[in-house]
């Protein structure tokens, strides 16, 4: 598969503990964005990588959050102390020619 | 600040009926329009995309204009199919920001036989 792949799928945990996603963007793309999609909503900005400079971060991204692209490969975002307000889909994307590749999403759910 | 306004849904069609959208947007500058397209259990895609005033884009049977004197950019089919059972996001993009998609709230489609 050469699409964007995301881990995990799918993540249950308890308030408090931290969780992290990481995403593969497809192999040439330079650029990787995050989004959070709550249901019933669409896909809000989060933070925006080109090769591993981490260049743009939406206010939703608190200091709880925290995203990294060592290598300029492969994204991790991190949430620490995580909250039942974070519960979202977290969406990676990856971009060429203008147009952004979606991954399928890690479903987080916080109890 | 720059946003995206859809119809609400679900919008529920029969087979072969016409289908329309609506999207209208808020943005400062010149933004590129998008359609995508959620699947059940898979991931966004673009549909389609105009990226000047009066530019159609379409694909798969579905157009949309995008309409700067309205700043509109409605979604239509003239005839669905089950399969474009979906959720459908309207987004923008500005010139100059790093090709930042913001998103409408999704509209739910469901075509029955």
């Known amino acids: 598969d050469t699409g964007v792949s995301q881990d995990p799928r799918h993540k249950i945990t308890k308030r408090g503990q931290n969780v992290t996603f990481r995403c593969d963007p497809i192999s040439e793309h330079n650029r990787l964005y995050w989004y959070r999609q709550t249901l019933g909503q669409g896909p809000e900005f989060l933070t925006y990588f080109q090769n591993e400079a981490q260049l743009e971060k939406s206010r939703l991204l608190s200091d709880r959050f925290s995203a990294e692209r060592p290598k300029g490969s492969f994204s991790t975002l991190e949430i620490q102390r995580t909250e039942q307000g974070d519960s979202a889909m977290y969406l990676c994307a990856s971009i060429r020619e203008g147009e952004l590749f979606f991954g399928e999403g890690s479903r987080l759910t916080v109890l | 600040g720059d946003s995206v306004t859809q119809m609400e849904g679900p919008v529920t069609l029969s087979e072969e009926a016409f289908l329309t959208i609506n999207c209208t947007y808020t943005a400062t500058g010149y933004p590129s329009l998008f359609w995508y397209v959620q699947y059940p259990g898979e991931g966004l895609q673009l549909l389609l995309k105009a990226t000047k005033a009066d530019d159609k884009g379409s694909n798969k049977g579905f157009e949309a204009t995008y309409r700067k004197e309205t700043t509109s950019f409605h979604l239509e089919k003239g005839s669905v199919q089950v399969s474009d059972s979906a959720v459908y996001f309207c987004?923008?993009?500005?010139?100059?920001?790093?090709?930042?998609?913001?998103f409408g709230a999704g509209t739910r489609l469901a075509v029955h036989p």
């Open positions: 987004a923008l993009t500005l010139s100059g920001g790093y090709n930042k998609l913001i």
